[in-house]
């Protein structure tokens, strides 16, 4: 028989993301409408491994669903990859009666998370808070849609300077491991090349791809480059090798970098954390735990970590093909 949850745990762990705020509402929230006492741990797994926190109400929370980052804090807690760390944290959760937690952040949060609840029995929902968008199992993460409109607005900008100069930007987007701002923002911006960490495209495609813009009467370029992609070492040398072979070319590098983080989330973005985080606390009510909320075809879904946690995350290979039709 499932414990009976009276006090559930709340934290922001690993990199921010707009919304993060938002679902940290509504976890303070849901829990008072279900009449559960609320704990914000600040720092993430480091604010649990230290006693840091605070008891949450439905007034504590008033004002912050605007805001962009995390009310919380947020750190990435090498303490809690060891034992002892782990323990320190789950000795913390026994003191002040923490029955549960909800999870907010990206794919290590998950995994330090499913290590700690299977060490202690804890149950604990995941959701998805990562402009990435870079984990399996839900169609959108917290803060993905704020982020490309971010970059959107910024690569509007730059074309206007772009056009009035004829220059090629190479803009560089977040993305270490997954290309999902690349590729989307490349798309609605109308960049003429999109660089991608799951498509080598070399460095060869890269110049035929140019040289057919400058043909096709094209004065000034826009390539949109994931942080992670493979076709260079870093942005800045696929601009010097595209200076050294096509000096025709006046090029710009533009890196876009934690403002893509920043700002008020999107109404998609606090909608999405307001659904997904009462969901989170009604399934630790339900008795369900070690799973993560999503979003699937608009529809509220539950799967389990290991789903989630997948190195597959789906790029839309449907995008990559449009992008080279409209690039023409």
């Known amino acids: 028989m499932a414990k009976e949850i009276r006090t559930i745990g709340v934290m922001t762990s690993g990199g921010d993301a707009p919304g993060m705020n938002a679902a940290i509402r509504a976890v303070a929230r849901a ?17 649990m491994i230290e006693g840091d926190y605070s ?11 605007s805001m962009g980052g ?4 947020s750190a990435r807690s090498k303490d809690f990859m060891t034992p002892e760390g782990r323990k320190k944290a789950a000795d913390h959760l026994k003191e002040i009666g923490v029955d549960a937690m909800v999870l907010i952040g990206g794919d290590g949060t998950f995994r330090g998370g499913q290590i700690f609840s299977e060490e202690y029995n804890i ?3 995941g959701v998805p808070g ?13 803060g993905y849609d704020t982020a490309l409109n971010t970059v959107i607005d910024a690569i509007d900008k730059i074309r206007d300077t772009a056009s009035s100069h004829d220059r090629l930007f190479f803009i560089e987007v977040m993305g270490r491991d997954a290309g999902f701002i690349a590729l989307n923002s490349g798309v609605g911006a109308g960049a003429e090349e999109i660089l991608i960490p799951e ?30 992609d493979k076709t260079g070492k870093n942005v800045f040398e696929l601009a010097d090798y595209v200076t050294e072979n096509l000096p025709d070319y006046d090029v710009r590098v533009t890196v876009l970098g934690h403002m893509q983080r920043g700002g008020s989330p999107s109404c998609f973005d606090r909608t999405l954390a307001s659904r997904l985080c ?13 799973v993560m909320v999503g979003i699937i075809d608009n529809k509220i879904s539950a799967t389990s970590f290991d789903v989630g946690l997948q190195e597959d ?11 080279d039709i409209l690039s023409t």
């Open 31 to 47: 829990c008072a409408y279900y009449n559960v006492k609320c704990i914000g741990f600040y720092r993430g797994y480091q604010g």
């Open 55 to 65: 008891v949450m109400n439905a007034r504590s929370v008033r004002n912050i669903i």
């Open 70 to 73: 995390t009310i919380l804090k």
């Open 123 to 125: 149950p604990v929902i």
């Open 130 to 142: 990562t402009i990435d968008n870079d984990i399996a199992g839900t169609n959108y993460t917290i």
């Open 199 to 228: 498509e080598d495209l070399g460095l060869d495609r890269l110049l035929e791809s140019l040289k057919r813009s400058k043909r096709s009467g094209k004065a000034s370029s826009i390539v949109v480059v994931s942080e992670g």
């Open 278 to 290: 009462v969901k989170a606390v009604e399934l630790l009510l339900d008795g369900k735990k070690n």
């Open 313 to 323: 995350h789906g790029i839309n290979k449907e995008l990559l093909r449009i992008s």
